[in-house]
């Protein structure tokens, strides 16, 4: 067996430089914006429409299935608010 260097060299790590290393970080924080604007659209209009679901909830009294009915609302609504936040409807 002989002792080649390996093809791959010990260096694994490719150096940009600082302005490349910058576009690339701003290429994918935009991709990723409009790839999540759809999610943060539909979860701010959720966090607005989902408390109105509350209202017959609310006034018939709870039962045993509209507990956990409800909880799942609640859940729900605040998955909404956290997916919804900041969009801007510009």
Same mark, same amino acid.
């Given at each position: 067996?002989?002792?080649?260097?390996?093809?791959?060299?010990?260096?694994?790590?490719?150096?940009?430089?600082?302005?490349?290393?910058?576009?690339?970080?701003?290429?994918?924080?935009?991709?990723?914006?409009?790839?999540?604007?759809?999610?943060?659209?539909?979860?701010?209009?959720? $966090? #607005?429409? *989902?408390? !109105?679901?509350? &209202?017959?909830?609310?006034? =018939?009294?709870?039962?045993? @299935?509209?507990?956990?009915?409800? $909880? #799942?609302? *609640?859940? !729900?609504?605040? &998955?909404?608010?956290?997916? =919804?936040?900041?969009?801007? @409807?510009?």
């Amino acid at each position: 067996m002989s002792n080649a260097p390996s093809p791959l060299g010990n260096e694994r790590t490719i150096r940009l430089p600082d302005d490349t290393r910058s576009e690339l970080r701003n290429g994918v924080t935009s991709t990723l914006g409009r790839l999540g604007a759809p999610f943060q659209f539909a979860g701010f209009w959720s $966090a #607005v429409v *989902l408390p !109105l679901t509350y &209202l017959p909830i609310l006034t =018939g009294g709870f039962t045993a @299935g509209e507990r956990s009915t409800f $909880a #799942v609302l *609640l859940a !729900l609504h605040a &998955l909404a608010l956290v997916a =919804g936040h900041g969009y801007r @409807g510009d």
